[in-house]
T-cell receptor, first 111, second 112 residues
Framework: DGGITQSPKYLFRKEGQNVTLSCEQN?????MYWYRQDPGQGLRLIYY???????QKGDIAEGYSVSREKKESFPLTVTSAQKNPTAFYLC??????????FGSGTQLSVL | SQKIEQNSEALNIQEGKTATLTCNYT??????LQWYRQDPGRGPVFLLL?????KEKRKERLKVTFDTTLKQSLFHITASQPADSATYLC???????????FGKGTSLLVTP
């Protein structure tokens, strides 16, 4: 099946810990994105990448880091510098300037 | 600053009626506007894309209009069904043109 896969579905972070959210796509899309969604809120852009080995900060990049070493993969690390990490994280991919295909999301909570 | 505004109050309608959702924006000159559906605990699913030179677009029971003078898009679901109950998000391309900014969404509840 073609699509975009996020893992894990649920993730818990301890104080001072970095955690990494996985995002893999087999749609052969050049562009990939990370969004954060808080309850009752819209999606806010964290990072995006238009091509391998290149990525740009979105509106709320502080406390997050990404890498794009392969076309298929765009992992997001939530660092200890992110003081309010509890949220629903969504990864997406697209052909540039076309519709986004989203994964099923990762719910991150703080222990 | 750039803003995308959608009705924050939930929209409750009866099955069979037409649902109309509004998306207003400020400080944007979008090349296109997109609508997505999101169910609880799931990722958004793309519904329709309308470009700045298009006034209206249809897909089955869905219709989107785009008025760049009013800076507004209307999203219509005709003959609504309980299965249409979800949150609907509108999205505009960012200044860079390489990502989307999303509104907060409008929750639609269709009752039998």
């Amino acid at each position: 099946d073609g699509g975009i896969t996020q893992s894990p579905k649920y993730l818990f972070r301890k104080e001072g810990q970095n955690v990494t959210l996985s995002c893999e796509q087999n749609l052969n899309h050049d562009a990939m994105y990370w969004y954060r969604q808080d309850p009752g809120q819209g999606l806010r852009l964290i990072y995006y990448s238009q091509i391998v080995n290149d990525f740009q900060k979105g509106d709320i990049a502080e406390g997050y880091s990404v890498s794009r070493e392969k076309k298929e993969s765009f992992p997001l690390t939530v660092t200890s510098a992110q003081k309010n990490p509890t949220a629903f994280y969504l990864c997406a991919s697209s052909i540039v300037n076309e519709k986004l295909f989203f994964g099923s999301g990762t719910q991150l909570s703080v222990l | 600053s750039q803003k995308i505004e959608q009705n924050s109050e939930a929209l409750n309608i009866q099955e069979g009626k037409t649902a109309t959702l509004t998306c207003n924006y400020t400080n944007y000159s979008p090349a296109y506007l997109q609508w997505y559906r999101q169910d609880p605990g799931r990722g958004p699913v793309f519904l329709l894309l309308i470009r700045e030179n298009e006034k209206e677009k249809r897909k089955e029971r869905l219709k989107v209009t785009f008025d760049t003078t009013l800076k507004q898009s209307l999203f219509h679901i005709t003959a609504s069904q309980p299965a249409d109950s979800a949150t609907y998000l509108c999205a505009l391309d960012t200044d860079s043109g390489y990502a989307l900014n999303f509104g907060k969404g409008t929750s639609l509840l269709v009752t039998p």
